[in-house]
């Protein structure tokens, strides 16, 4: 395959913001799709143009000049046999004025509009026709690309243009391993109607994609991903990690620590765990439940069989509160059995430091800790099993970095990653190419739905009467202050101003606050007393999002709730109804609700299914919103998309397993390349 710098007419530069658009080689040109398309196929009487239509128009040059109206500007005359336009400049060059020569032919495009003078054109790209013999018309639309800054469009669709051009004349060939396997014709035939479609072709298909041959083309490219994956995969099988034991007295005293019996879910998802750890294979597995399903137990048991080895695992958490409240909670269930834990954070500094580091070289069992656990300088004597809790907090690039620390020669340390944003199952196969998936579909017994409202913060003293009545019974509630302005300083003075207008309204009433400025003693302090029932309402601002968990707060108030996405809304009512007390939810929205939001309260309120949500918010937002794409640089796709062609997973599925050897590599290649961008999570 050419690169683009090949090309005539392509220099560093250029070749510099063709990849901006991922645009790297010659092919790459064909799989840049057309934003939307004109019709210069053919011209239109001037007596049939409608206002805001673009349309080609042809006629001769009646007159033209150059008039002081508020500004300046070229006023031009174009006729035809059926009537008149006029052109309308406000910038204009004397070549311009020179093309406009009364008696020439032109042929204009652009949009009309109606103004003072009747029909015209403001700006249109016009060309001189030669008079004598008649110009063809295009025989195909003409396509609009997406551009990026510093690249003009002329030259990109120039570029296509000889590339699509390349095709049609069998000079750029394009080896079609999916020939006879696919209804939608070959890849050459796609790319042609895509480039250039003829006047009959469905152009909203094409435009949103449901064309098939868009949908030849994002076969193709889904088709490449997966190929790759398998071939990663075999890779992969060379990957030696080392075999755990079960743990099995371990695994009995834990039960007795923690004091209730696992979920059916609970025990199946860590028996499938357990046999991936007995394998000298390393695991990739990613631990899928929703919030309050008892994920940290199933991550203990995991620990345990680490631990039972005599090796070493570490669990790292996204934010320190909640590194340590799994401290806590892991501390509580496991030092009793014996075994050595240390916690590792950003603030665990000086001498407390040192011995930390020296216990990870030394005799800990399990580490708990932040990403502060990947950085340089931290050694582990034998690190075997690495568990990531809440992997949307973590870039890819991070959890290798642990990884690393635990690889000697082939060898690399088991992993587990536990989320509890549900990922919509037709996105899971291809956002966590590479990772087993296991599920927690069930809650500890006892737990009711939440029951969830919306009120408008025009009935703010309604809302605040609710948990008066709340908080006289004994129960605990969150108020959460999300986001307003993007600064972490407003937002904490809002929790701030808050906490104290709800203090005095609540009398009687211990309020804390907790916000993402406070020093993480001073968090750590405050959830502390909130746990022990020291604190009546805690006012916080998003910090407590992820895996807090305090079993007798039942009561959960959001603010501005309009503004958070359906997986933020889902993980904040999270925070309740882990005891066994009805838990409510209130979604304090300010008026007036655009469509999306209203749509998004609405999902709150009929359902507490994290699948339904994570559906519902894949329909509502798109994937590469959904799952975080620009972050973790999971997924970039060309032509598919997995909200529109999650249809296409299955057929791919059976297309790869008909493809031979080199069908696939041709496909890899095409798609996605030499250098591999794929990211082996
Ligand atoms: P998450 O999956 O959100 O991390 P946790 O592990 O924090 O959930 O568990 C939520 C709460 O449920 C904790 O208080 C935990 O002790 C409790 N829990 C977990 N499993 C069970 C169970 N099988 N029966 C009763 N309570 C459980
Ligand atoms: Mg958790």
């Excluded at 001037?46 to 000049?65: C, D, K, L, S, Y």
């Excluded at 003072?116 to 016009?126: S, Y």
């Excluded at 609710?466 to 904490?492: F, T």
């Excluded at 397993?657 to 591999?676: K, V, Y």
Aim: include cysteine.
């Amino acid at each position: 395959m050419r690169d683009v710098s090949e090309l005539p007419g392509v220099g560093p530069q250029v070749a510099g913001r063709l990849k901006a658009l991922g645009i790297v080689t010659e092919v790459d040109l064909l799989f840049h799709r057309p934003l939307r398309y004109e019709d210069r196929t053919r011209i239109t009487p001037m007596n049939r143009v409608r206002p805001e239509t673009r349309v080609q128009i042809e006629g001769r040059v009646m007159h033209q000049e150059v008039v002081q109206r508020r500004r300046r500007m070229l006023l031009v005359t174009l006729a035809d046999d059926c009537g008149e336009i006029t052109l309308r400049y406000f910038r204009f060059y004397p070549s311009q004025r020179r093309m406009f020569q009364v008696g020439n032919r032109i042929r204009c495009f652009g949009e009309v509009r109606f103004g003072p003078e009747g029909f015209e054109m403001a700006h249109p790209e016009c060309r001189v026709i030669g008079t004598r013999s008649p110009e063809p018309l295009p025989e195909h639309l003409t396509p609009i690309y997406p551009i990026t800054q510093g690249l003009a469009r002329a030259t990109l669709t120039r570029l296509i243009d000889e590339a699509v051009e390349r095709v049609r004349q069998g000079q750029l060939a394009l080896p079609d391993p999916l020939e006879g396997m696919e209804q939608a014709g070959t890849l050459a035939q796609a790319i042609l109607t895509i480039h250039r479609p003829g006047p009959g072709e469905d152009l909203d298909a094409l435009i949103d994609g449901h064309h098939p041959a868009v949908r030849r083309l994002a076969t193709e490219e889904l088709l490449a991903h997966h190929l790759a994956l398998a071939r990663l995969n075999r890779a992969r099988e060379r990957q030696r990690a080392p075999k755990l034991d079960s743990g099995e007295t371990l695994r009995a005293g834990l039960l007795e620590r923690v004091g209730f019996e696992p979920t059916g879910a609970q025990k199946r998802v860590s028996e499938e765990i357990l046999v991936d750890l007995q394998r000298d294979r390393p695991m990739r597995r990613l631990l899928q439940g929703d919030v309050g399903s008892g994920k940290t137990l199933v991550a203990a048991n995991a620990l345990l069989a680490a631990a039972a080895s005599g090796r070493q695992a570490a669990i790292v958490a996204p934010t320190e509160i909640l590194a340590e409240q799994h401290f806590n909670t892991l501390s509580q269930w496991l030092e009793p059995l014996g075994l050595k834990l240390v916690w590792l954070a950003g603030k665990v500094k000086g001498k407390a430091r040192r011995q930390a580091l020296e216990a990870l070289a030394g005799d800990a069992n399990i580490a708990i800790g932040t990403h502060a656990l990947f950085q340089a300088g931290v050694e582990f004597r034998d690190l075997a099993l690495v568990v990531v809790d809440e992997q949307h907090r973590f870039g890819v690039h991070q959890r290798l970095a642990l990884a690393a620390k635990g690889s000697s020669g082939d060898h690399i340390p088991h992993q587990l990653v536990m989320t509890a944003t549900p990922i919509p199952r037709t996105l899971a196969m291809t956002a966590y190419a590479g990772l087993e998936v296991s599920v927690i579909d069930e809650l500890p017994p006892g737990r009711k739905p939440v029951t969830t409202v919306a009120m408008s913060q025009g009935r703010r003293e309604e809302v605040v009467e609710r948990l008066r009545r709340a908080l006289a019974e004994g129960r605990q509630a969150y108020w959460v202050c999300p986001l307003i302005e993007e600064s972490d300083l407003l937002e904490a003075r809002a929790a701030e101003s808050t906490a104290e207008e709800l203090a005095q309204a609540l009398p009687g009433h211990a309020v804390g606050l907790i916000h993402g400025r406070m020093k993480p003693a001073e968090k750590q302090d405050v959830m502390t007393r909130f746990s022990a029932g020291e604190i009546d309402l805690l006012v916080a601002t998003t910090v407590i999002e992820v895996g807090v968990d305090v079993p007798n707060a039942s009561v959960m108030m959001i603010e501005n709730a309009e503004r958070l996405g359906l997986s933020q809304l889902h993980q904040l009512r999270g925070r309740v109804g882990r005891g066994s007390a009805q838990a409510a939810c209130v979604l304090i929205y300010k008026p007036p609700l655009g469509e999306t939001a209203r749509a998004r309260l609405e999902v709150m309120r009929e359902t507490t299914d994290g699948f339904v949500i994570a559906e519902k918010d894949l329909e509502l937002r798109g994937p590469g919103e959904v799952l975080g794409t620009r972050q973790t640089g999971m997924l970039r796709f060309r032509v598919a998309d997995l909200g529109r062609d999650a249809g296409l997973l299955e057929p791919v599925k059976a297309l790869a397993e008909r493809l031979d050897r080199p069908g696939a590599d041709i496909i890899i290649e095409r798609w996605i390349g030499e250098a591999e961008q794929f990211v082996d999570v």
